[in-house]
């Protein structure tokens, strides 16, 4: 049923749709790209967020469609946006099974040439349990992306199995720390001394680091001090549609 329906939407015009979330450099605040995230307004039920919907979609043989329909989404409107002064690179989230795909690496270089976007401009997020699933496919693919200019982050970081000598051999750049962390810091000395071990751990390996789901000045203040490179999160703001993104940035400039 509710695959049937993804499939609809899929199709259609008007029930999917994508927002951003913006990124920015700490201590500064200045944006520096954009996470896309993908809403679903369902004709019956309403908004169903892809917390919900994604892990069913990701056991079915849609999942590549709908990677490939987000992918589309933002390029072209990191188009429309290029177009009236907002350059920044745009994250979209990949699903383990996109990896499996044949020509995944050959999708995303040609949706990129039909949007006119530079592979610098996409950032394509992936979980350490992607990477892990099948790790020498995921890294002959990730290497491919990379080589082609593709810039890569690992998602969701620490919450997932992984091997951290892989963090070592993958052409990855940037670790997003997972909010559950970030929010963990609340709790005490032990949760905070664990962000700053990761942000060190990351640094060594030459990551840079993204700290997410950041609430508060306290957070991004002790992010900051930690050495954390960038943020996301609601202080900043939250996930927005293409024209209010747009309006965010330049009130932000
Ligand atoms: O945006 P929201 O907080 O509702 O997202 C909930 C979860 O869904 C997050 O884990 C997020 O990464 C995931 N998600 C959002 N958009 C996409 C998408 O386009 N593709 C995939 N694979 N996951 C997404
Ligand atoms: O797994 P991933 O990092 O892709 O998930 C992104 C999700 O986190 C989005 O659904 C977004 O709405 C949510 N999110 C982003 N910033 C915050 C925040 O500051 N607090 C909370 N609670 N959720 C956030
Ligand atoms: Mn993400
Ligand atoms: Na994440």
């Known amino acids: 049923r509710l695959l049937q329906d993804f499939d609809n939407a899929l199709q259609g015009s008007d029930q999917l749709s ?35 919907f994604a892990p069913i979609i990701e056991q079915s043989p ?3 469609k709908m990677t490939a329909w987000v992918l589309d ?5 990191a188009g429309n946006l290029k177009s009236r002064g907002v350059i920044v690179p745009v994250s979209v989230n990949i ?4 990896l499996d795909e044949p020509d995944f690496v050959q999708r995303v270089q040609l949706s990129l040439l039909r949007h006119g976007i530079r592979p610098a401009m996409l950032e394509l997020e992936v979980t350490e349990s992607a990477i892990m699933k099948d790790a020498a496919n995921a890294l002959a693919k990730l290497q491919a ?3 082609g200019g593709v810039r890569l982050s690992i998602d969701d970081f620490g919450t ?11 052409p990855t750049t940037v670790v997003k720390i997972d909010q559950s ?6 709790d005490g000395f032990r949760e905070t001394n664990l962000v700053r071990s990761m942000i060190q751990l990351s640094h060594d390996l030459g990551y840079q680091v993204v700290a997410e789901g950041v609430e508060t000045t306290e957070a991004a203040e002790a992010l900051s001090k930690m050495g954390c490179d960038e943020a996301q999160g609601y202080l900043f703001a939250k996930p927005l549609s293409p024209a209010a993104f747009e309006e965010w940035f330049f009130e932000r400039k």
């Open 145 to 147: 992306l990379s080589d």
């Open 73 to 77: 989404a933002a390029l072209r409107e």
């Open 95 to 98: 699903s383990a099974a996109n």
């Open 62 to 64: 849609h999942i590549g």
């Open 181 to 186: 962390f970030i929010r963990s810091m609340d």
């Open 160 to 170: 997932g199995y992984s091997s951290l000598s892989y963090l070592q051999t993958l």
């Open 18 to 52: 994508i927002v951003f979330q913006p990124r920015v450099s700490l201590p500064d605040g200045h944006c520096v790209g954009a996470e896309v995230l993908l809403r679903w307004l369902h004709p019956e039920l309403g908004a169903i967020s892809p917390g919900e």
